[in-house]
């Protein structure tokens, strides 16, 4: 069963420093995993389409309409971290005048009408809800993110980007793995020979 703390103490124990017992400790290895571990995560978690955060909703149309450029714009969900996919097609359309769209403020501008269904990566705050090779990079990224205030030593920097980009490395792959195979949308050279 995973946890913050114990994430944290994995982190730490990658530079050579104590363990801590709670992130409020009165130790520099707990103010600074503390200072920097939502960011971090949340950084880990956009960077990459992984698996366990993905999510899907229908967006209501906001009353209001954008002022130019679009017709219609939707309130992102609060644990929005990435856009994966507009519309409700298991084919990855090619954009077109319908199918553009951008992101503004913390909403969707497009001029699709609502519903909108979208596909995005969230913002996972539970441990237990992580994949094991998610908690193995989020563990080297913190160590590297926190490397210099613990240690102010370049050699153990080194060695934990090392052991990060191995670690990110392994996720991925098994990330990409499990993913099942993508129809690709024909393009119009195809479509023409029909």
């Known amino acids: 069963m995973a946890s913050i703390v114990g994430i944290a103490n994995r982190a730490i ?3 050579g420093e104590a363990r ?12 600074t995993i503390q200072s920097m571990f939502d960011a971090v995560r949340d950084a880990e978690l956009r960077a990459h389409v992984w698996h ?13 309409a954008p002022e130019f450029g679009f017709t219609h714009q939707f309130q992102l969900p609060s644990d929005f971290l990435r856009l994966l996919k507009i519309g409700e097609s298991a084919v990855y359309p090619r954009p077109t005048v319908d ?8 909403k969707i501008l497009t001029n699709q009408p609502g519903p909108l269904a979208i596909q995005y ?11 094991a090779l998610f908690c193995e990079a989020l563990v080297g990224r913190l160590a590297v993110e926190a490397c210099e205030a613990i240690t102010q030593s370049q050699t153990k920097f080194d060695r ?20 099942p195979s993508q129809a690709i949308a024909d ?3 195809l479509t023409s020979r029909r």
């Open 52 to 64: 366990f955060a993905k999510a899907r909703k229908r967006l209501p149309a906001m009353s209001t």
């Open 13 to 15: 124990t990658k530079l």
């Open 99 to 106: 199918g553009l769209y951008s992101i503004e403020g913390g």
């Open 187 to 189: 393009d119009t050279w």
């Open 160 to 179: 934990v980007a090392q052991m990060y980009e191995r670690a990110l490395r392994d996720a991925i792959r098994a990330n990409a793995i499990e993913r």
């Open 121 to 131: 990566c969230r913002r996972v705050e539970d441990p237990n809800l992580y994949d």
């Open 20 to 31: 801590i017992i709670s992130l409020s400790d009165a130790t520099k290895q707990a103010a």
